[in-house]
């Protein structure tokens, strides 16, 4: 395995998830695909007990995954967000990284592409920035992010044209009954070629077939 997927979307088979996989497989390198709804990955704890060997001693699911990072030469990972800010999924995982930053950086000159998927431009680059922080905390090669355009749940919920919470008046500028047919498809968007291109020269770099990988430098 040289590359590792990480999905923070609960939702079954999401926009997220196949933008994930879609990177993953153009890549042409062997790979993992992790949803974090699937597994247990608390948030950090702040108990430093992972200062001395990098090793958190939490017990859930995080050291495994701790020990496939540590073992793979690229990464992709990808949220969402709901109340307009990271999902608590793809938090909490981010969060753990500390565990494997402190004194060694054992993720270090690692590759990483980021993914966001949610409603509005401004929160989900304000959620590809927080995570493109952290990666810099880490030391990663940030190769890449991509915002994908995400859907109003209560189209699905089976009962967004009654209840008075609904987002869809919000979302449309035209009246609409709630139906999956509003949903906007990953691969119907501009960002699944972008995405597909860019894991395919990440497997490409990785290969050795180019000497050339693009870095994000965050403000």
């Given at each position: ?13 999401s926009n997220t998830d196949r933008l994930v996989l879609q990177v993953l497989r153009s890549s042409s390198l062997d790979f993992e695909f ?37 073992e793979v030469q690229a990464v992709v990972i990808g949220g969402y967000t709901p109340y307009r800010m990271l999902d608590a999924y793809t ?9 494997m930053r402190h004194n060694h950086s054992l993720n270090e000159k690692k590759y990483v592409i980021s993914i966001i998927s949610g409603l ?100």
């Amino acid at each position: 395995m040289k590359i590792l997927g990480i999905s923070g979307s609960p939702v079954p088979n999401s926009n997220t998830d196949r933008l994930v996989l879609q990177v993953l497989r153009s890549s042409s390198l062997d790979f993992e695909f992790i949803k974090l709804s699937n597994v247990h990955v608390r948030p950090c704890l702040a108990c430093k007990s992972c200062v001395e060997d990098n090793t958190c001693k939490v017990s859930d699911d995080f050291p495994e995954i701790a020990q496939k990072m540590r073992e793979v030469q690229a990464v992709v990972i990808g949220g969402y967000t709901p109340y307009r800010m990271l999902d608590a999924y793809t938090k909490a995982f981010l969060e753990r990284l500390w565990s494997m930053r402190h004194n060694h950086s054992l993720n270090e000159k690692k590759y990483v592409i980021s993914i966001i998927s949610g409603l509005y431009k401004e929160v989900r680059d304000a959620a590809l920035n927080a995570i493109a922080i952290e990666l810099q905390m880490e030391r990663m090669h940030h190769v890449a992010e991509f915002g994908i355009q995400g859907n109003v749940p209560c189209l699905t919920c089976g009962y967004g044209d009654d209840c008075k919470n609904s987002g869809i008046p919000h979302i449309f500028t035209n009246k609409i009954k709630a139906s999956p047919n509003h949903c906007v498809d990953v691969e119907e968007q501009q960002v699944w070629e972008e995405a597909s291109k860019t894991g395919q020269l990440l497997g490409q770099f990785l290969k050795g077939e180019t000497n050339f990988i693009p870095c994000i430098k965050p403000d």
